[in-house]
């Protein structure tokens, strides 16, 4: 013998269920990989390419993305700075809330100066950040990012090995996020988005 269920009793049952569902989702699904209470990449006080220091606080209200390369890199240093002015673009009017960062892993080369030409060349909002050769090895390893000197066929044509994603704050100044190479522009753009919406 079937039991009858009250239809009302059926209702209040599917809302329950619709609800509870709604409360087990994640409220964001990033594209980036989200790293929301890391121990790593929490703070840095590094020389902008005007000669200012910097550190988290000056961006409060902004989503900052911090990219570690270099600028004689070929490929992947481009490829993420070109993603990153893109998703900028893509922001519209909410392009002036992403501050692009690029912190040089080659400090024997890029002086402010050739800093500057670089990342103004992608979107003029973006700063290039300086660390000193013995400050540098300190900031990498709070952000865990790797990098290596490779020598080239005369002293100044070396290349440099380093890890390729970027690392992503909530206007707060709280880590959020690890965006990997390659993931593309409209995704940034959709976790900025998410981000500022809080």
Known sequence: MVNHIPRRRL?????????????????????????TGADYAN????????????????????????FFGYTQCPDVCPTSM???????????????????????VDPERDTPEVMKQYVTNFDPSFLALYAAPGELEAVAKSFKVYYKKVEGKTPTSYTMDHSAGSFVYDPQGRIRLYERYGSGAQGLADDVRALLKG
């Open 43 to 66: 703070a840095f006080s590094l020389t902008d390419h005007n000669g200012s220091k910097r550190t988290l606080a000056d961006f409060k209200g902004k989503v900052v993305v911090i």
């Open 11 to 35: 209702l209040a049952l599917a809302s329950a269920s619709l609800l509870l569902a709604a409360c087990s989702e994640s409220p964001n699904s990033f594209k980036g990989v989200d790293i």
């Open 82 to 104: 070109s993603e990153l002015a893109e998703a900028k673009r893509l922001l519209g009017a909410d392009s002036d809330k992403l501050q692009g960062l690029f912190v040089s």
